[in-house]
Every structure is written in structure tokens, then in C-alpha cells.
């Protein structure tokens, strides 16, 4: 194994902690399912160096099934805001509250 | 101390003596308020049978020796003892007579003068009090007892005083005696632990011998001590500066100010100054601070009285100052002045404020001028009573107050300082002057008043009631008159008690008793040429200068003073720094717990009902601080 396992946990996390930043901070509907999805393949990445690691073939099996998943769920998410999109013609989260507090969905 | 408690005749005839007064109080509270026949009964019976018993123990120790003690251990904490018991002597009989025989005629009168009050039963309920609280306290063979009984007479006469307490000044004037009394005995018991710490002991006997006192204080704390007792004293007698109440407490039922200001409340500071008369004599410094804070009282208190139109205000006024004069001839040294004065002034004090109290309770008025107006010198009984006390306060021969001033006069003759006798002369002078201008507004009104003379006050003049009330303005009359014959067997009696150097040489300079007489004579014929005669215009030389008069109606401005210190140290500098605590400091805390919880609730709430990403970064940090503390830690 060329690369050290530390330099790929540390790369892992570091894509998580973007990916979570990016989650809790941005005000658009898509870049929040962008960081979920970052912070996806953040926990994949640790998981192909992991099977490296200890030479278990499990690991990379897991991170097909994450991937998988990962395309449905982007695809759904998307599909749902741009059906809000369409609903209130905005995909700032704190306007649908103010929509849903308002009872207009 | 010999501690005896055997059953003798003596004993029993002290517990007569103070135990139905007590127990008509309990059963006149408790049982009999509903019935004011039965309650007036009760209480006039316990009065009575302790005034068998003071009168059969006078008669029995009749030329006693040595004192008598019985004295029981009533509590012993560690190991201090404190007694409760009685230390009969010349002294306590006398005084024991006294009380009883007042406070028994004072009740006698007040079924004439209370009759239909609706709070009848409480009043004779709080008269029994009254009078069992002062006959405990003569009878006190230790000063912790004597401060005891003193706390309950000071009880009894804030009830008595705000007994009409529906009246707003009634109530004030209550809760105003009972306050400022309440300032002197915080010195009393100050002087009280003092003496325990120094001494060990609070045996009156043992505080009036001098080797005991002397083996045990340094003479500095002799004087401290007693300063501070005499602190107490100042407050219970109305003396400078503590003596505005006095005025005030008027505002109780008259025969209440008859009793309180005879033989009770007042009385009892003089009393306690007579009961430790051995110890105070052993400080020099503190007699002269006595004579002088005597001396002061009697020229202030006289000066009042020269100004007052309220009748029982102007006898108040002469309380106040007749009390300055035995504290002035105690001080001066001379025990039997001061304690025969005292005997005196119970008996023609009460008698002036109970024939007032009969014009009072006639006319439904206080004011001199209107009484005389309206007929004061038709009531002959009552007229002729007051002309005699009247007498008897001036200083006229053959009445009892004649005997005991001029005993004082001549002990005040033979200090080294001439100022003290002509103080005391002043003063006497005033008091005759101030006694018959009264006695003139009414015995020579200038206008007369013909309607409604006989509409009673309080309409109800039963058979009972005004007969009742001359018979005993007759038998006070009587016992005025007669007093001063038995100056002899009174002295002969309290001598031998006391020790010679004790009781004081007393002087008898011929001239005195001529030149005292003159000196009341005269003022007597001031008063009558000003307010008496038939073209005079009833202004006296006081009231000629406007800023004299002002001055004395109010009161040396000392009500103002105190009115100024409470206001400015007690309401804005104590009371206000604790309202500003509790309203800051601690109402602060409690509500910034509140508002604090509050405030945290409503941002947890937040939490539930704004956007998800909050949520997940409270997550977030919580996971954080998870792994920091278990990844770290350990």
C-alpha cells in the first residue's frame, strides 16, 4: 500500500467536515444535498482504505452498496426540490418554514 | 442567701397576693368576655384579695430587721442558676401596698367610668394584668426577674393605652410607648448581661452590698453598668430624652392613665432606681448623671405644662417632672426622699387624674377652658378632690406632697452646689404655678355655657357608676391628706433596712418648709392673678412671647427630632438599604432564575420548530464533544 492508511482517514474526515460545513451552513436546498452526499463518499473513502488496510475484501463491497444508495437518494432529493421549486419558486429552506408555519405549503 | 421555700404565713400571704390577679386575667380572657358583669367581678375580687394580703404582710413584718427571701432555683442552664423568688423588704411592702391599693381602686372606679364599653371584660382583663406584672415586680428578689415582670408591665400598658384601638392615634400612641420604652430596656438588659458577666449573680441583695459589688467590678464598670440600667429607667419613667411618650399615651381610658401614672408603669423606674439605690451609690459620676438628667426633665416637663390646654396632658406633664424629682432626690443621695415622694405622688396623682377623668367622662371634653365653661365647678365632689391633689402637687401644708418636697428641697440644700437646690426650686415653683392655672380655667371660667350640662358622655349614669367613682375620689382625698402625718413611722420603718450611711442624712433647716410654702403661695397667686381673678384676661406671661410659647407647646421640638432621625437614618439609611436589597439583590435572583429559565426554554424551543440545520449542528457539536471526551479521556 503506497499511500498510508493515516493520510486516508485524515483526507476522509477532513471531505466529511466539508461535507458537514457545507450541510449546516449553506442556504440552498441543493447545495445541503450536495454536502450529505459528500459527506457519502467520505465515509466510502474510509472505508476502501479500511479494506486495504486489513486486506478484506468487505470494505469495497460496502462502498458499492453506499454508492447505490447514494444515486437513488440523489435522485429523489432531487426530484423533491424541484418540486418545491415549482411549488414556491424558491429552494431557500427558510422559506419553505415560513411557507409550512404559514399553513401554504 | 439562705433559700427557703417552707410554707410560712408570710409566703402564703405573697402568693394571695400575686396569683389572683393572674389568674382573674386568665378566666376574664378566656372564659368571661362575654359577660362583663362577671369578668369586672373577677377582676375587682383579685384586686381586692392582694390588697388584704400586701396589707396583712405590712402589718405582719411591722418594724422587720433583716429582709426575708424566698427564693427557688427556676432554671439552671449549665451551670448558671437563675432563681425566681421574693425578697420581702421595708421597701417592697411599702411599694406592694402602694400598687395594690391604687390599682384596686382604680378599678373600683372604672366600673363607674367604663360602664358600657363594649370592651369591658378586656379591660379589667388587662387591668388584672396590669397590676399582677407591677406587684411581681416589687416583690422580685433578682433583677433578671425584675426585667421579666418589667417586659409584661410594658405589655400591659401597651394594651391599656391603645385600648380603643378603632381610634387611629390611640394605636400610635400604643405602639409609640411601647417602642421607646422598648430603647431604654435594650440598655437595662445590656447592663443586665454586663453585671452576670462581671458578677455571676443578679441577687438584689447581693447588688446592695458594697464589699460583694466592689471584690467583683472596677469602679469604671460600676458606672457603666448602672448607666446602662439607668437607660432603662429613663425609658419606663418618661424621662429626658425618651419622655414623649408619655404625653401620647393619654390617648388610653383615663382611670388607665390614673394607674400607669401613679403606681405602675412610670413607677417602676423609679422603683428599680430605689431597689438598687446600694449599688448606684457606689459610683459618683453615675448619681450626678441621675440628678441631672433629673433635673433636666423636671424644668423641661414643667416648662410643657405651662402651655398645655388638654387637661390630662397638663398632669402627664407634671408626672414626667414630679418623677424628675424623686430621680433628683435619689440622686442626690437621699433614699427616703426619693422613695416617700414616690409613695406621695401615687396617691395625689391618682387622685388628679381621676377627678379629671370624672370631668372628662361628664363633659366629653379634654379642653380646660370648655370644661369650665360648660359647668366644671358645678361638680362639687369631684372639684373639691382635685383642689386637694392639686394642693398636695403644689406643695401646700398639711397635704402629703408638702412632706415629701421639702424632704427632697432640703437634701438638694445640703449638696455642695447651689445650682441643684435652685433648680429644684424652679421647679417646684412652675409645678404650682402650672397646677393652678389649670385648677383656675375651670374653677373660673369666663363665660359660662348653660345648655347640655348634664347630657353625660356616655349617656349611661347608673346607680353604681358616679357613686363608685366619688367614694374613691373621697378615700384618695383622704389618704392625701393624711400621708405626710406618717412620714415618721414610714421612715422609722424603711431605716433600719437600709443601714444609716444609706438612707441619707436628712436635713431640717427651719426656714425651708416657711420658704416653700412661700415660694407655692407665691406662684398659686401668680396663676390666680392671671387666670383667676375677674378681669384677667386668661393669657398667662408664657404665652405673652410668642417664641417661648411655641417652643414649649412643641415639646422643646424633641418629638420633631426624633421625627427627623427616624425619618432620615431609620426609613432612608436602614430601612432603605434593605429595601434596596430585597428589591435588587434578592427579588434579582429569584427572578433572573426565572427569566432564566424562561429565556432557555424558549431557545430549546427554537430548536424544535426552526430549521433542520440547527438541529443538525447541535448534533453535530454533541457528537464532537462525544468523541473529544471519549477518544481523549480515555
Not at chain 1, 454536502?35 to 476502501?48: K, T
Not at chain 2, 432620615?568 to 432603605?576: A, E, N, P, R
Request: hydrophobic letters at 55%.
Amino acid at each position: 500500500m503506497i499511500v498510508p492508511f493515516h493520510h486516508v482517514v485524515l483526507l476522509s474526515s477532513m471531505l466529511f467536515f466539508m461535507g458537514l460545513f457545507c450541510t449546516l451552513a449553506r442556504k440552498n436546498l441543493i447545495m445541503i444535498l450536495l454536502g450529505v452526499e459528500i459527506m457519502l463518499n467520505a465515509g466510502a473513502l474510509a472505508f476502501v482504505g479500511a479494506a486495504l488496510r486489513w486486506q478484506q475484501i468487505e470494505g469495497q463491497a460496502i462502498v458499492l452498496f453506499v454508492l447505490a444508495v447514494a444515486a437513488t437518494e440523489v435522485s429523489v432529493g432531487l426530484a423533491l426540490i424541484v418540486s418545491i421549486y415549482r411549488r414556491t419558486g424558491s429552494v431557500d429552506p427558510e422559506v419553505q418554514l415560513a411557507a409550512v408555519e404559514e399553513g401554504t405549503p | 442567701m439562705v433559700s427557703l421555700f417552707h410554707m410560712d404565713a408570710s409566703l402564703a400571704a405573697v402568693i394571695v397576693a400575686l396569683l389572683p390577679p393572674l389568674a382573674a386575667f386568665g378566666i376574664v380572657m378566656l372564659a368571661t368576655r362575654p359577660l362583663p358583669r362577671l369578668s369586672a367581678a373577677i377582676s375587682l375580687g383579685a384586686a381586692g384579695l392582694s390588697l388584704l394580703a400586701a396589707v396583712y404582710l405590712l402589718w405582719r413584718h411591722l418594724g422587720m430587721q433583716t429582709p426575708i427571701i424566698f427564693q427557688m432555683t427556676w432554671l439552671h442552664p449549665g451551670t448558671l442558676q437563675i432563681p425566681f423568688g421574693f425578697l420581702l423588704d421595708p421597701t417592697s411592702l411599702v411599694m406592694l401596698t402602694v400598687v395594690s391599693s391604687i390599682s384596686f381602686l382604680v378599678q373600683v372606679y372604672s366600673l363607674g367610668y367604663m360602664a358600657g364599653d363594649p370592651g369591658f371584660s378586656r379591660y379589667f382583663g388587662c387591668m388584672s394584668l396590669f397590676s399582677w406584672a407591677m406587684l411581681t415586680l416589687c416583690l422580685s428578689s433578682s433583677l433578671i426577674q425584675i426585667f421579666i415582670f418589667w417586659e409584661l408591665v410594658g405589655l400591659a400598658s401597651y394594651l391599656l393605652i391603645g385600648f380603643w384601638f378603632e381610634k387611629f392615634s390611640a394605636s400610635e400612641a400604643g405602639k409609640k410607648a411601647f417602642v421607646m420604652t422598648r430603647l431604654g430596656d435594650v440598655a437595662f438588659l445590656l447592663g443586665l448581661v454586663l453585671i452576670w458577666l462581671q458578677m455571676g449573680s443578679l441577687d438584689i441583695t447581693n447588688l446592695n452590698t458594697p464589699a460583694v459589688v466592689t471584690a467583683y467590678c472596677s469602679p469604671s464598670m460600676i458606672t457603666l453598668t448602672g448607666l446602662l440600667i439607668f437607660g432603662g429607667i429613663v425609658g419606663k419613667s418618661a424621662q429626658f430624652p425618651l419622655m414623649t411618650w408619655l404625653p401620647d399615651a393619654m390617648e388610653g381610658p383615663t382611670p388607665v392613665s390614673a394607674l400607669l401614672h401613679s403606681a405602675t408603669m412610670v413607677a417602676a423606674g423609679v422603683y428599680l432606681f430605689a431597689r438598687l439605690f446600694g449599688y448606684f451609690s457606689l459610683s459618683p459620676t453615675l448619681m450626678t448623671i441621675c440628678l441631672a438628667i433629673g433635673t433636666i426633665s423636671m424644668l423641661l416637663a414643667s416648662t410643657m405644662a405651662m402651655v398645655a390646654r388638654d387637661i390630662k396632658q397638663v398632669w402627664a406633664y407634671s408626672t414626667i417632672s414630679q418623677l424628675g424629682f424623686m430621680l433628683m432626690g435619689l440622686g442626690a443621695g437621699s433614699f427616703f426622699a426619693g422613695v416617700f415622694h414616690l409613695v406621695t405622688h401615687a396617691g395625689f396623682k391618682a387622685l388628679l387624674f381621676l377627678s379629671a377623668g370624672v370631668f372628662i367622662h361628664h363633659f366629653d371634653s379634654n379642653d380646660m377652658e370648655t370644661i369650665g365653661r360648660r359647668g366644671g365647678r358645678k361638680l362639687k365632689s369631684a372639684m373639691i378632690c382635685m383642689i386637694v391633689a392639686a394642693g398636695a402637687l403644689s406643695g401646700l401644708p398639711p397635704l402629703s406632697g408638702f412632706f415629701s418636697k421639702e424632704l427632697i428641697l432640703g437634701r438638694l440644700l445640703e449638696l455642695d452646689n447651689p445650682l441643684w437646690f435652685l433648680a429644684g426650686a424652679a421647679g417646684a415653683f412652675l409645678t404650682a404655678y402650672y397646677t393652678f392655672r389649670l385648677v383656675c380655667f375651670i374653677a373660673f371660667p369666663k363665660t359660662i355655657e348653660t345648655t347640655g350640662t348634664d347630657a353625660g358622655s356616655h349617656g349611661n349614669h347608673g346607680s353604681i357608676g358616679p357613686l363608685a367613682m366619688n367614694g374613691v375620689l373621697w378615700i384618695l382625698a383622704g389618704a392625701t391628706a393624711a400621708l405626710g402625718f406618717i412620714q415618721e413611722p414610714i421612715l422609722a420603718f424603711i431605716k433600719p433596712a437600709l443601714g444609716a450611711e444609706l438612707s441619707g442624712s436628712i436635713g431640717h433647716h427651719g426656714w425651708l418648709p416657711v420658704a416653700a410654702c412661700l415660694l407655692a403661695a407665691l406662684a398659686i397667686g401668680l396663676a390666680w392673678f392671671e387666670f383667676g381673678r375677674k378681669r384677667c384676661r386668661q393669657i398667662g406671661f408664657v404665652e405673652r412671647m410668642p417664641v417661648l410659647a411655641k417652643l414649649f407647646r412643641e415639646r422643646w421640638y424633641l418629638d420633631r427630632c426624633y421625627r427627623l432621625m427616624l425619618d432620615q437614618l431609620v426609613y432612608k439609611g436602614i430601612s432603605g438599604l434593605f429595601t434596596w436589597n430585597d428589591r435588587k439583590v434578592i427579588d434579582g435572583a429569584v427572578d433572573g432564575f426565572g427569566g432564566a429559565a424562561v429565556r432557555l426554554g424558549g431557545l430549546i424551543a427554537r430548536l424544535h420548530t426552526t430549521m433542520v440545520q440547527y438541529r443538525l449542528m447541535v448534533m453535530a457539536l454533541v457528537v464532537v464533544l462525544l468523541i473529544l471526551t471519549f477518544g481523549l479521556g480515555g
